[in-house]
């Protein structure tokens, strides 16, 4: 046909964001028919509508258009039967919008259908029969049933015509509604006896081209006289009801009189609406004209109805009446959300104004009723904001964060201006996908922890933790330790961090003596790029173990010599004889000494003071007591478990060193003198002789030489420096008091730090006597050999000794 080779492409300009493009085709165009190419209309490129995932959205089930996204071209899904889609109305248009996404936009399209000729006019019953009455005088009416075709404008139904014509004519009637009514017209008198029956062909012909046809067959029956017929009282009557009536509402009610009497003035009333619709929504009381609600009123389905009631009497004469109803609109109808298009992530470093969901609501009420207004649940970063009648887009209102909300449900209200008011609502979900803009944090900013000495490496020391508030890879935490030097080497070297589990581990074992704290940084980084990271600072502590034994400061223990203490027998109780002396290089309780008398040639002359160490008399010296006493002191910490170290003290109890010489002597060995004893002890004399000589020239020499650096000192003003003199490699460790401040090497100095003097607990009347193993005594700076028993030698040695003892000393301070 040549309507069907029809293309008309219209387009419209919307607005500057949406385009409006319309087309118009022919009803029934065959599957795969080109509409029109979109792309081209719209002024898209075609990757546009690959990349924007462009499609169709109608808001309803039946789709008949398709989009072919890669010519960009519209094209016939599904057959248009333009009477299935849109009935009598006129024009008869689809409506859709093409969707584009990356960014949403959208575009409304509009297709008008085209009627063709392709029905032909129907009649519902294709016989029809009267009775009329010869009596029935020229110019009497007779209402025939209408044809049915459903095309529109030229090829719906325009004519018609009835054969034969000698007695009966047409006359059409224009309706309201754009129908015709068709009656029978008598126009020449009947008369029974000569013809009782008449067959007649109706037939109704469209505009189309070529023009289609029905036909329906008319019978009639000429009966005797009837000769008035019904009259209405009006003859159009007007009415009006609200949609959604119940069944059995009275719409209106018709009446028609005839001045026959008995049965042929017995009217009864029907109605003669060909159209299939009437019959479903109203009834006629056949004896009132009582004309009510049957079926279901729709306002958006019709807003008008016209029904033609005929009253007919026994004798067959009738007449007809209109009754015109008008539905008003009652807000029946819920708004409906349709989702074109959204989105079910979203990042949240989105900009402001992003689209996320893309909505049509529609209502089919009039008016107020059919307006709608959207709204969203409060206090959500989310706005609605209107792009066109009834086309909304959700877009965001603020800057997002997932850490503080990672998933919204957005409810959007939609509800229309009647009264009452109908809503509807739907629930979008919303996820905010995660990016990297939270850096772990530690649970504080230091961490200090503690380790006992002598570990096995290896040992996990504590764990540090940090949380990272993003999520997935984001929020992997990853540990690892800042390059740093613990007394000038790697940190690593003495402990490791877990990467996953952030574990510190003792790297080595640690010696408390050694070091006893340290100090490092742990990083904390996530697993984002570009990845963030912080630090804390950690502390270790190395606790003491009971590791190390007391060891001896003094008496000093040789290993070829005795050590003996001189006590008189003039001696005092309490009478300090000597003080032992220890340290362990411990802390704390590890390092508190504790001194006990373990053995002793006499427990009761002497005891052990147990804090201090000092060994004193308990009682008076008597001449009973043997001059050689062998003491041993323990000496013990008090760790757990504790650790000891012993000493042995050697102590003369004798007034003159001849009687301690001979004691010690047998303390040593039993040797017989020799012959040669006179020529040896001249022979030791001579040496000790010259080596005193030489003492007093250095003496002599060292006193010069201070006496030129005082006066040097005088002059430039310059301050030396002290060094008091402790026992090598040992301390008053922790104020422990393992060596006692009443007993403890004292400095005195002066503002000239070389006059500073040290002072040595003295104790009267004591001397210090080391013999050797050989026999040889050692007395204060020399040696000497084994004395003879002749008592003028003896004496000799005694002054000599004594004299030089005292000139030494002397010369010393």
């Not at 007919?312 to 109808?333: A, Y």
């Not at 020391?461 to 993003?470: E, H, M, P």
């Not at 003290?649 to 004798?654: G, H, I, R």
Request: proline share 4%.
């Amino acid at each position: 046909m040549a309507l069907q080779a029809l293309l008309v492409i219209c387009l419209l300009f919307l607005s500057s964001v949406h385009g409006q493009v319309s087309y118009s085709i022919p009803e029934e165009m065959s599957k795969g028919s080109l509409v029109g190419n979109i792309a081209q209309d719209l002024g898209l490129d075609v990757k546009r509508l690959k990349l924007g995932k462009a499609r169709i959205f109608t808001g309803d089930n039946t789709e008949y258009i398709e989009l072919n996204i890669e010519t960009g071209t519209l094209l016939i899904k599904e057959r248009i039967d333009r009477e299935t889609l849109c009935g009598q109305t006129t024009p008869c248009a689809l409506h859709f919008q093409i969707i584009l996404e990356n960014p949403m936009e959208f575009y409304s399209v509009t297709i008008e259908v085209q009627d063709v000729n392709d029905n032909y006019p129907l009649f519902k019953r294709t016989e029809m029969r009267f009775k009329i009455s010869e009596s029935a005088v020229s110019g009497a009416k007779f209402v025939l049933e209408r044809a049915i075709d459903p095309d529109v404008g030229l090829n719906s139904l325009q004519s018609y015509s009835l054969n034969p014509t000698d007695n009966f004519s047409l006359k059409l009637q224009n309706q309201l509604d754009g129908s015709k009514m068709v009656e029978m017209i008598l126009h020449k008198p009947l008369d029974r006896e000569k013809q009782e029956q008449f067959s007649l062909v109706l037939t109704a012909v469209d505009g189309g081209d070529p023009p289609l046809s029905g036909t329906a067959q008319i019978h009639i029956t000429v009966l005797d006289a009837n000769d008035n017929a019904p009259v209405f009282t009006q003859e159009v009557y007007e009415a009006t009801i609200k949609e959604n009536s119940p069944k059995g509402t009275v719409v209106t009610r018709v009446s028609a009189s005839d001045a026959d009497k008995g049965s042929n003035g017995k009217i009864r009333y029907s109605i003669a609406n060909t159209l299939e619709i009437i019959p479903l929504l109203f009834e006629i009381n056949d004896t009132n004209g009582e004309i009510k609600v049957s079926g279901n009123l729709d306002y958006e389905k019709s807003r008008h109805h016209q029904i033609h009631v005929q009253a007919t009497d026994d004798g067959g004469l009738t007449d007809s009446c209109k009754v015109n109803v008008d539905i008003t609109d009652i807000n029946d109808n819920t708004p409906v959300i349709n989702i074109m298009s959204k989105l079910n992530t979203i990042p949240e470093d989105s900009k402001v104004d992003t689209v996320v969901t893309m909505i049509n609501v529609q209502d089919p009420d009039f008016g107020e009723n059919g307006e709608v207004r959207c709204s969203l649940n409060p206090s959500i970063p989310f706005t609605l904001k209107s792009t066109a009648s009834n086309f909304f887009t959700l877009v965001t209102e603020s800057d997002l964060d997932r850490e503080r909300n990672s998933e919204y449900n957005i409810t959007v209200v939609c509800a229309d201006e009647g009264s009452p008011s109908l809503s509807s609502s739907v629930t979008l979900s919303l996820q905010i996908s995660d990016i990297n803009d939270n850096a772990p944090v530690f649970d504080k900013s230091s961490y200090e922890a503690s380790i006992t000495e002598n570990n096995t490496p290896g040992l996990s020391i504590f764990t540090v933790k940090a949380r990272d508030a993003d999520s997935k890879q984001n929020a992997r935490v990853s540990y690892m330790l800042e390059e740093s030097s613990v007394n000038g080497v790697s940190v690593s070297s003495y402990v490791s961090v877990s990467a996953d589990s952030g574990v510190i581990h003792a790297v080595r074992s640690f010696d408390y003596e050694q070091i006893k704290h340290f100090n490092f940084r742990v990083k904390a980084q996530d697993g984002g790029n570009p990845p963030l990271s912080s630090n804390a600072s950690v502390k270790i502590i190395i606790q003491d173990q009971n590791d190390n034994a007391p060891q001896i400061l003094y008496p000093v223990q040789t290993g070829g010599s005795v050590v003996a203490e001189m006590v008189p027998r003039s001696a005092d109780v309490g009478y300090l004889v000597t003080k032992v002396v220890a340290v362990d290089v411990d802390s704390g309780q590890n390092a508190w000494l504790s001194y006990k008398l373990h053995k002793a040639t006499d427990r009761a002359l002497f005891e052990v003071g147990l804090q201090n160490g000092e060994i004193r008399t308990v009682r008076q010296v008597t001449d009973k007591d043997a001059v050689k006493q062998k003491l041993t002191v323990v000496v013990e910490d008090n760790g757990q478990p504790s650790r000891s170290a012993t000493v042995n003290v050697n102590v003369a109890v004798a007034d003159t060193f001849p009687e301690v010489l001979s004691e010690f002597t047998d303390f040593t060995h039993d040797k017989e003198y020799n012959d040669n004893l006179t020529f040896y002890l001249v022979l030791a004399l001579a040496v000790v002789s010259f080596l005193f000589i030489v003492s007093i020239i250095t003496i002599l020499s060292v006193k010069c030489y201070r006496w030129r650096r005082e006066r040097i000192f005088y002059k430039s003003g310059a301050n030396l420096p002290v060094i008091p003199y402790y026992p090598p490699l040992y301390a008053d460790v922790g104020g422990t008091g393992t060596l006692q401040h009443m007993s403890n090497y004292e400095a005195y100095r002066t503002t000239d730090s070389r006059r500073s003097d040290f002072k040595y607990p003295e104790t009267s009347d004591q001397d210090i006597i080391s013999l050797d193993n050989s026999g040889t005594q050692t007395l204060a700076f020399g040696q000497m050999e084994k004395l003879t028993n002749f008592d003028n030698q003896v004496r000799f040695l005694k002054y000599f000794w004594s004299h030089l003892y005292k000139i030494s000393i002397m010369f010393l301070a």
